[in-house]
């Protein structure tokens, strides 16, 4: 079993920044992917960005040029730096991590709240 814990989250207003980390415990020696994803109020899970143990990103269109994902492998933690936030970007975050790099995600955190005020 893996443990996920994430951090960061709060209120900023549009145009700031916020910085969110994932700190992996337990069974984490077969971690390749880790990733974020969000969801807003009444709408759908979707996908942020993903990071391979090697480095190799992807992001979501919608973010892409606005948010960083980075991943320290010594801490076993995955990071999510978010600049020019805007009020759509309101969601909860949750970070996840899998066995595959470019597989589907097999464990999820419990979620951290990012409010961007207008």
């Known amino acids: 079993q893996v443990q996920l814990v994430e951090s960061g989250g709060g209120l900023v207003q549009a145009g700031g920044s916020l910085r969110l980390s994932c700190a992996t415990s337990?069974?984490?020696?077969?971690?390749?992917?880790m990733g974020w994803y969000r969801q807003a109020p009444g709408k759908q899970r979707e996908f942020v960005a993903r990071i391979t143990s090697g480095g190799s990103t992807h992001y979501a269109d919608s973010v892409k040029g606005r948010f960083t994902i980075s991943r320290d492998n010594a801490k076993n933690t995955v990071y999510l730096q978010m600049n020019s936030l805007k009020p759509e970007d309101t969601a909860v975050y949750y970070c996840a991590v899998g066995a595959i790099h470019w597989g589907p995600f097999d464990y999820w955190g419990q979620g951290t709240q990012v409010t961007v005020s207008a």
């Open positions: 337990g069974s984490i020696f077969n971690i390749n992917a």
